[in-house]
């Protein structure tokens, strides 16, 4: 058949579905009205009248059918071509019988319930008078389709041509339709000879195929080999193709592979079904191939659509992983959080800090006698055992200025422990720098001061912004690990007072603190 042809075939089809679709209306309206009478007649007593009413409703299901059928059949398969005058008076014809017929008993029968004042039926069946009267007028007009496609000046009565015409020229000629996509498919039918079809009809246009015989093959075959689209039947004798489906659309790994049904059971219900529990598409057998092979290109180019996008979101999802953990490493989680409930300002008072201050002693005369990176792995070795320790501890690393080391607790979250926790940093800190100084064979010692009180914690700047703290409490603190001695661990009395009992202190004197005169201090020291 040449391409003229195959496109004169198809208008002739879209006439006749435009045709069904103009009649559905009305014959659906009348085959309303014919149930509801019957349904009236039967529970209102009225047995006298219901042969006749039987007569109706047969004749409204029989019209309803025919107009269903318009667009199957020989009727669309046979252009009307120079018949077409006489194809249009043998379909007035077939549908004007039962709808006299409907008319004619209808008629009789309301002159029947005339005589029952205030009976209801009265009112449905002048409904049902008036649709069928109407059909009948406007038969002619609606069943005409020996007007050519082409025709332009159209009377108004034939604008279903004028549509006819408008849809080919968008949907364009018929062309050979051509795979884009290729994948691997897998056939799941218990019936041989259709296995052996599909299958070779899927190899010819380049895809991979596998096929199985039944429901349990499917589940093991998918469980085994991975698949980007399953053709599955609906009956199956082990586990039917729903069952399947469900299955597959209940296990992570196979939710996201389109599902095609393919069945025998054509019914509105099952593909209802099938559609509900996740099927991408249902076809009834026999198939179309031209049709399949559409729905396999159009389902391969949405899984790979997908596939694609479920790509992107684990990327976006590993560097949204990696820019928290970067930013764990610059501030609190609680203040993270914050900033992503968009606060823009994030400043708040503690009471019961305790600020630590740690500094390498000679550190920059043993850096000058040592190549650069040798200095800055010792510092990367020891500060990230500094930083363990704090996690460990619950301390709070705030910043590393060049050797020294700074740290608190008590925040962003109050500790009731943060006093033995800050000790514990601090001795840890030491007996971590002798680790790190035996395996470097480096002989550094180092400074420690503590201090507690009230502090002010925020961030500070947009670019490169850190986390910091202020106050007097960090400047004494400051002031005590400049006082200290080395290996030693300086604390204030009023961090002092919370550890006694806990950790051995030894008493310092009085020293004299720049900015807060006399301060009595401690030196903690192991259990």
Same mark, same amino acid.
């Given at each position: ?34 149930? @509801? ?11 006298? @009248? ?21 667009v199957d059949g020989d009727r669309a398969r046979s ?6 005058? *006489? ?44 649709? $069928?009267?109407? #059909? ?27 549509? $006819?015409?408008? &849809?080919?020229?968008? #949907? ?6 051509? $795979? ?5 498919? &897998? ?51 082990d586990i039917n193709g729903l069952d399947v489906l469900?299955? !597959? ?5 196979? /939710?996201?592979?389109? $599902?095609? !049904? ?28 031209? &049709? ?11 899984? /790979? ?14 560097? *949204? ?23 823009? !300002? ?53 910043? *590393? ?27 840890? !800190? ?19 001061? @503590? ?28 002031? #005590? ?29 009085? @020293? ?8 009595? *201090? ?6």
């Amino acid at each position: 058949m040449s391409i003229i042809d195959t496109d004169n075939a198809r208008a002739w089809r879209i006439r006749l579905a435009h045709l069904r679709q103009e009649l559905l209306s009305p014959v659906n309206a009348l085959l309303g009205y014919a149930e @509801i009478l019957h349904e009236d007649a039967s529970r209102n007593g009225r047995p006298d @009248i219901l042969p006749d009413m039987n007569r109706i409703l047969g004749a409204a299901r029989d019209l309803a059918g025919k107009v269903d059928r318009l667009v199957d059949g020989d009727r669309a398969r046979s252009l009307p071509g120079a018949a077409a005058a *006489t194809q249009e008076q043998e379909l007035r014809h077939e549908l004007r019988t039962p709808l006299n017929a409907i008319k004619g008993y209808g008629e009789m029968l309301r002159e029947d319930v005339a005589n029952f004042s205030g009976d209801s039926l009265r009112a449905d069946f002048d409904r049902l008078l008036a649709a $069928v009267t109407d #059909l009948l007028l406007r038969l002619d007009r609606i069943v005409r389709f020996s007007v050519d496609v082409e025709e332009t000046s159209l009377a108004p009565d034939q604008t279903g041509a004028v549509m $006819v015409s408008d &849809l080919m020229r968008s #949907l364009g000629p018929v062309r050979p339709y051509a $795979v884009t996509e290729t994948g691997s498919i &897998l056939v799941v039918d218990d019936i041989e000879a259709n296995r052996d079809l599909l299958s070779r009809r899927l190899t010819r246009d380049g895809h991979r195929v596998a096929s199985v015989a039944g429901g349990q093959q499917a589940l093991q075959a998918l469980a085994d080999d991975e698949f980007d689209l399953v053709l599955l039947d609906l009956m199956m004798p082990d586990i039917n193709g729903l069952d399947v489906l469900v299955r !597959m659309k209940a296990d992570e790994r196979l /939710r996201r592979i389109p $599902v095609i !049904m393919i069945t025998a059971l054509a019914e509105t219900e099952s593909a209802v079904r099938c559609i509900e529990a996740g099927a991408e598409d249902y076809l009834p057998k026999p198939f179309d191939p031209v &049709l399949l092979r559409a729905r396999i290109n159009a389902c391969l180019h949405k899984k /790979r659509w997908r596939d694609r996008e479920q790509k992107y979101l684990r990327r976006i999802e590993d560097e *949204t992983a990696k820019f928290e953990r970067l930013l764990l490493t610059i501030l609190p989680r609680q203040v993270i959080g914050r900033l992503n409930q968009g606060e823009a !300002m994030i400043a708040d008072r503690f009471e019961g800090v305790s600020v630590l201050f740690a500094d390498l002693v000679s550190f920059t005369e043993h850096a000058a006698r040592v190549t650069p990176a040798a200095m800055v792995e010792y510092l990367n070795r020891l500060f990230s055992e500094f930083d363990a320790l704090a996690r460990e501890l619950g301390v709070e690393k705030i910043k *590393t200025i060049g050797d020294a080391y700074m740290a608190v607790a008590g925040l962003p979250d109050p500790n009731p422990d943060g006093f033995a926790a800050i000790a514990k940093m601090a001795l840890g !800190m030491i007996d971590r720098l002798g680790r790190v100084n035996s395996h470097f064979g480096w002989p550094l010692q180092i400074r420690i001061g @503590i201090h507690s009180g009230p502090v002010v914690a925020g961030i500070i700047g947009t670019h490169r912004f850190v986390y910091d703290v202020w106050g007097d409490t960090v400047n004494v603190a400051s002031r #005590l690990e400049a006082y200290s001695l080395p290996n030693r661990i300086h604390v204030s009395q009023d961090t002092a007072r919370h550890l006694v009992g806990l950790f051995p202190l030894e008493p310092r004197g009085s @020293i004299d603190v720049k900015g807060k005169g006399k301060l009595e *201090t401690f030196f903690l020291s192991w259990i």
